[in-house]
């Protein structure tokens, strides 16, 4: 039962991040053409509101696909200025802060503490010293599935902005920066940059999920 709250707390925090940028996509006129829960080959897709919609074997992970992403295309997201760009690469992050924060009203009726104790739980997930997370635990009886769920939403928001990791939502603030610099290679380091990104990530995720269910 434990991991299958763990499963789907990740699936609605992957979800919820992705309709951010989609929704702040359409808002800033960037058109969206896939909108993906996984990776990899679809096992169902259907077309609505010109946008392709997929659900895919390796759940825990997604993706929408804009026009323009590494590319110069009409209404894409390189074309738009960077104020936009931003605001579609952050909108992801934001909807789970959101999420956290909806999460500490209810369970703690107190926003600092609920981030406190998230963070507590973060650290025991690496560290294995459950001790501070136990005794605020107790005191407070938070929704242990809430719980669950806004420390999932919380370690997103924060990975999601590290700015260090190429195919990160915080390494585009300053990759969309650096046309001046790169120049004419732009686009080829862009493109460079993200594929390694992705795959990375794709290699560290799954050494991190074996390593939480194993340890």
């Not at 960077?82 to 999460?103: D, E, P, R, T, W």
């Not at 209810?106 to 459950?130: E, K, Q």
Request: with cysteine.
């Amino acid at each position: 039962m434990t991991y299958l709250i763990i499963f789907l707390s990740l699936l609605f925090t992957i979800l919820i991040h992705e309709v951010g940028h989609l929704l702040m996509a359409i808002y800033c006129g960037v058109t969206v053409k896939i909108f993906s829960i996984g990776f990899w080959k679809p096992y169902l897709k259907f077309t609505w509101k010109n946008i392709e919609w997929r659900i895919t074997p390796w759940l825990l992970g997604g993706y929408v696909s804009l026009a323009g992403e590494t590319t110069e295309e009409p209404n894409g997201l390189m074309v738009q200025k960077y104020g936009k760009k931003s605001l579609v690469i952050c909108a992801g992050v934001v909807m789970n802060l959101c999420v956290a924060l909806v999460c500490y009203w209810i369970n703690y009726r107190n926003i600092l503490i609920g981030m406190y104790i998230d963070w507590l739980a973060i650290v025991s997930t690496f560290t294995n010293d459950y001790g501070k997370l136990i005794h605020f635990v107790i005191y407070f009886k938070p929704n242990l599935i809430l719980l669950q769920l806004s420390m999932i939403n919380l370690f997103c928001f924060i990975v999601n902005l590290c700015p260090l990791w190429p195919g990160l939502d915080g390494s585009y603030l300053w990759l969309y920066l650096m046309r001046p610099i790169w120049k004419d290679e732009y686009i080829k380091y862009l493109q460079l940059s993200t594929k390694f990104g992705f795959w990375s990530l794709m290699i560290l995720q799954g050494v991190f999920l074996v390593w939480m269910f194993l340890k």
